[in-house]
Structure formats: structure tokens, C-alpha cells
């Protein structure tokens, strides 16, 4: 299995950006190898239920998916591939994303006037409430309990929370409507990267197609974001 990982590994580190999704969760034993071909490899993450695929080819895919009866997750890293995936499994959608990591090594300063601290269950009702992309309650409980969502607090306030995805990606970003436009998002996604550095991680996220805000967020914090698309395959 170590092996395989290993192999896994070196096939994505040949263009280490587009694949950060893949190569973060590989490095911090977050996935397990599915399937391995010289031209592709198929991760699984289990809390998430998510695939992960990177092929050079849709014949390639074709092959790592062979043994896969059932997927209702997935991340593709190109369009025909992701087409592929939506097209056998029976999935609703496949949404293109930009992927963003931040290369630097000197983390963010603090942030003035705001207090970010971690959220537990007690947090549930207005996560579930204000945060849009994935409204599965199992899942934000889920996170809630991974002990990986950040609040930030001004007065004792919720304003805004953050978290990390099952596979490690940052996101749930969300400021509540009535402190918008005062630094929240940053505040929150400077803590966030903080919270990887600490750890010897590569901070990284995906942004959908869209969403022009949170790209000039990652722009303005100094996040590379990758040309290349990747696709993420979901009802």
C-alpha cells in the first residue's frame, strides 16, 4: 500500500499544482490508492466518499474506474474525463473549479479586531444555515466534530466561519450578511492557511467557476491559482 502510494505520488508530482488535491491528501494520509496505471491513478477518500482522478486519457480513466461499481463523489482533472465519470455513474453535475494553493512559507498576520477561534456542535444551526455549496447536515456535523471549522468573533458575534474539506482542501467560507465588506474573509482565510503552515502543509481550495470574489480573495492573499481547470462530479 506504501508502495503504491509512493508511486501514486510520483506520477502527480510531475506537475505538482494542478494535482494539489490529490498529492496534500497523499501526503497527509488522508486517501488510500483505488486503482495505479503508468497514465493515471484513482484515490478514494472515505469520510468524504470522495474519488479522486487524475488520467492522462479518457481510455485510461476507462480502465482505473473498471473495478468501481458505484460513485456518487468525484474530483476530475480534465473535462472529458469529468464527463465521463458524470456519464457512467448517472451524476447530476459537472461543475468546473480553478485550484489555488499558497506556495509561500511566511505565514499571515494576525488579523486586527477579530477573534478566530475553533466551532464545535454549538455552531451547527448557522453553519447550516449560511453555508450553501453542500447542504448535507451528516457532513457539517461531520466536520464540526473533525474539529476543523473556525469562527470569527468580534464582541463576543459570530461573523463569518471557515473550514477544511475531508480531504484537506480549505473552504466553507462564509461571512454572515450584516459583516460583509470588513476583512472577515480575510481574516478568516489568513488563519486558515496559518493553521497548514503550522503543520507543514500546502494550504490549497477550489474555487468554482463564478465565484469572482473568492478568486480576488486568493489573488489579493498572494494564492497561485492553477490555468488549468479541474471538475468536480456531483449531484
Not at 98 to 114: H, I, N, R
Request: charged share 20%.
Amino acid at each position: 500500500c506504501m508502495d503504491s502510494l509512493r508511486q501514486a505520488q510520483s506520477y502527480l508530482e510531475r506537475d505538482p499544482l494542478p494535482y494539489m488535491d490529490m498529492l496534500e491528501p497523499i501526503r497527509r494520509g488522508m486517501v488510500e490508492v483505488t486503482a495505479l496505471r503508468e497514465d493515471g491513478v484513482l484515490l478514494y477518500n472515505l469520510p468524504g466518499e470522495l474519488y479522486m482522478l487524475a488520467a492522462d486519457s479518457v481510455e485510461s480513466a476507462q480502465a482505473l474506474c473498471a473495478g468501481v461499481e458505484k460513485m456518487e463523489l468525484a474530483v476530475a482533472h480534465s473535462r472529458e474525463t469529468g464527463e465521463y465519470l458524470q456519464k457512467r455513474y448517472g451524476i447530476a453535475r459537472c461543475q468546473g473549479c480553478t485550484q489555488a494553493a499558497y506556495l509561500g512559507k511566511e505565514p499571515f498576520p494576525a488579523a486586527q479586531g477579530v477573534e478566530i477561534r475553533p466551532l464545535g456542535q454549538e455552531a451547527f444551526s448557522v453553519v447550516f444555515a449560511n453555508y450553501h455549496s453542500f447542504s448535507d447536515p451528516k457532513y457539517i456535523r461531520e466536520r464540526l466534530d473533525a474539529g476543523v471549522m473556525r469562527g470569527a468573533f468580534a464582541q463576543g458575534q459570530l461573523l463569518g466561519f471557515i473550514g477544511m474539506h475531508s480531504e484537506g482542501s480549505v473552504g466553507m467560507l462564509e461571512v454572515l450578511p450584516p459583516y460583509r465588506r470588513r476583512g472577515v474573509a480575510l481574516a478568516l482565510m489568513s488563519a486558515m492557511a496559518n493553521h497548514c503552515l503550522e503543520r507543514g502543509w500546502v494550504p490549497f481550495s477550489q474555487i468554482f467557476d463564478g465565484n469572482t470574489a473568492s478568486l480576488e480573495l486568493h489573488r489579493r492573499l498572494g494564492w497561485t491559482l492553477c490555468p488549468e481547470k479541474l471538475y468536480w462530479v456531483m449531484d
